[in-house]
Nanobody, 126 residues
Framework: QVQLVESGGGLVQPGGSLRLSCAAS????????IGWFRQAPGKERERVSC????????YYLDSVKGRFTISRDNSKNKMYLQMNNLKPEDSAVYYC???????????????????WGQGTQVTVSS
C-alpha cells in the first residue's frame, strides 16, 4: 500500500520547536521531489518548503525562512521538517507530499503532487 504518514505534530508554546516526520511506504521516494504544506482553517493550502529531486535545491515560504529546515533520509524513506522559533501564525495542519517533478519543486502547485500524507496538527499557543 502506497502511503505517506506524518508524525510529530502537537501543541507548543511560541518560540518552541517541533520536528515533523513523514514516512513513505509502498514506494521509494528516491527520485521524487518532496514537500511540506500547511492549511489553516479558512485558508488555502500553502507550500511551506520543498526539496527538488534533481539537484536537492530547497525552497521556503518567506515567513518560515531561517526558522524551518527540510531534510530527507533516502535510506529510511523519510522526510523531515524541523521547525524552530514557532509562532502562533504557524498553527495549521501540516501535510507531507511527494511527486516525480522534472523542474524545481517550487514551480508546481499542490495539485500537482500525487502522494499525500493524512496531515498532522501543529498548534502554537501559550
Amino acid at each position: 500500500q502506497v502511503q505517506l504518514v506524518e508524525s510529530g505534530g502537537g501543541l507548543v508554546q511560541p518560540g518552541g520547536s517541533l520536528r515533523l516526520s513523514c514516512a513513505a511506504s509502498g514506494f521509494s521516494t528516491i527520485g521524487y521531489a518532496i514537500g511540506w504544506f500547511r492549511q489553516a482553517p479558512g485558508k488555502e493550502r500553502e507550500r511551506v518548503s520543498c526539496m527538488s529531486s534533481h539537484d536537492g535545491s530547497t525552497y521556503y515560504l518567506d515567513s518560515v525562512k531561517g526558522r524551518f529546515t527540510i531534510s530527507r533520509d533516502n535510506s529510511k524513506n523519510k522526510m523531515y521538517l524541523q521547525m524552530n522559533n514557532l509562532k502562533p501564525e504557524d498553527s495549521a495542519v501540516y501535510y507531507c507530499a511527494a511527486e516525480r517533478l522534472a523542474l524545481s519543486c517550487n514551480v508546481y502547485s499542490p495539485l500537482e503532487y500525487g502522494f499525500w500524507g493524512q496531515g498532522t496538527q501543529v498548534t502554537v499557543s501559550s
